[in-house]
Nanobody, 125 residues
Framework: QVQLVESGGGLVQPGGSLRLSCAVS????????IGWFRQAPGKEREVVSC?????????YYADAVKGRFTISRDNAKRTVFLQMNSLVAEDTAVYYCAADRSTYHRCWELVYDYWGQGTPVTVSS
């Protein structure tokens, strides 16, 4: 059973940065596609960024975060990161990481099997 634990959320001023971490336990990280999602109050959950495990896989970013967010993974440490820069109020949400064993290369279309509990991010002055 894979378990995911997010950390790194908090309160940040507009224009600031945060780095979210997702610690994965129970299995090797390199056998999973990993996604970062967020859900703002009153809105549906949306994919922010993801990494597939397929050799033809891609790194995906939602349009709203392109150029500002960077996803990365450290397989040895079994941790996935989301570096978030130039934060704006619209980035305020609970951020979740998720994992799935599918090798489908379009990671943003996957139905993820494993989810963390979420970490809140608030961007406000």
């Amino acid at each position: 059973q894979v378990q995911l634990v997010e950390s790194g959320g908090g309160l940040v001023q507009p224009g600031g940065s945060l780095r979210l971490s997702c610690a994965v336990s129970g299995s090797r990280l390199d056998t999973y596609a990993i996604g970062w999602f967020r859900q703002a109050p009153g809105k549906e959950r949306e994919v922010v960024s993801c990494l597939s495990i397929s050799s033809y896989g891609r790194t995906y970013y939602a349009d709203a975060v392109k150029g500002r967010f960077t996803i990365s993974r450290d397989n040895a440490k079994r941790t996935v990161f989301l570096q978030m820069n130039s934060l704006v109020a619209e980035d305020t949400a609970v951020y979740y990481c998720a994992a799935d064993r599918s090798t489908y290369h379009r990671c943003w279309e996957l139905v993820y099997d494993y989810w963390g509990q979420g970490t809140p991010v608030t961007v406000s002055s």
